[in-house]
């Protein structure tokens, strides 16, 4: 019995290997770059070796996967080598929708990609928590100013935040795991249990404008690049 299940696995490894095989020969007869297809073939081992069984509810759990550990651009480029090898493999009722990529939010009109990691770091060795939450929870959900306001511990806890635009449509922001771990702590130091956690001196929420003034006062405090 056991020989036999373990016929029947190896054989199942084979054919997958065989037809991750048959899908980069395929991609290597289309136009596309040597990169974006290394890209596509690593991609879909990683989900095989990991999920073994492509089916919708292991597909949602590696796009959720992706949500929360990478950026948007990065999450739709794994999603569409995963689509590929679905149309290649005639599953094409099992592609998953690409997450939206927003237009560039205020951090990023501010300083550049390069400036963001020291940024956070002298924010975080200064002392500057709350600005170093400020600009952690902008780059990592794509958070306009306006959007970051309405991020209460609630969001924190459920790791996304959803925004009603005037026309009923839902926009979620996703809270990647390590952000909303160490969020959590600090909200748990402030005291808070729920409630808006970006607030001013007085207790009250930051407005948009104070948000856009004190990032380009830290922006020009740490001399960095604004173009």
Known sequence: MLDMLYYI????IINQCNMVTRFQKHLAKTN????????YVWTVNYFLNHYKEVNKKNLLAYKGYLVENFKPQTVNLRLQGINKYLEFTKQDKLKVKFVKVQQKNFLENVISDSDYKFLKTRLKADGYDEW???VWFMAATGARVSELL???AEHVQIGYLDLYSKGGKIRRLYIPKNLREEARKWIHEKGL???YI???RFGQRITTRGIAQQLKHFAEKYGLNRD
């Open 9 to 12: 696995v190896t054989l199942f």
């Open 193 to 195: 249990t729920s409630g």
């Open 32 to 39: 596309l770059a040597k990169n974006t297809i290394a890209s």
């Open 132 to 134: 170093y939450f400020v």
């Open 198 to 200: 970006f607030l001013n």
């Open 150 to 152: 309405h991020i209460k």
